[in-house]
């Protein structure tokens, strides 16, 4: 359970590189799996498995942030030039951030 919880930064990860290469769909498809899989988490009770709290917590955080840019990509989409959108996505960093801050 909690490899399948580390899964989730990945997916993450891919879906913004997703939006950022203009493939949406793909963005919109991992967005629906990880809502999936976090429902699937919240029946979990905490106590069941150890550091389950910890790891859901990022998964939260993880899902926010590819339902942020799925929200950009709908509704500021045609607002802003592609490349404007991406930088918005990706932070003044210029790339994607770890679960723990940093950048891959």
């Known amino acids: 359970m909690l490899g399948l919880s580390d899964l989730t930064g990945e997916l993450m990860r891919h879906s913004i590189n997703a939006v950022?290469?203009?493939?949406?769909?793909?963005?919109?498809?991992?967005?629906?799996?990880?809502r999936a899989i976090t429902s699937e988490y919240r029946n979990v009770p905490n106590h069941q498995v150890f550091g389950i709290r910890k790891k859901f917590e990022v998964m939260e955080q993880s899902l926010a942030k590819v339902e942020k840019a799925c929200y950009a990509v709908t509704v500021r989409g045609s607002e802003y030039p592609k490349e404007m959108l991406v930088k918005m996505l990706q932070g003044d960093g210029g790339g994607v951030q770890d679960d723990d801050g940093g950048d891959d």
């Not at 950022?20 to 799996?33: I, Q």
């Open 20 to 34: 950022a290469a203009g493939n949406t769909e793909r963005a919109f498809d991992v967005l629906g799996f990880m």
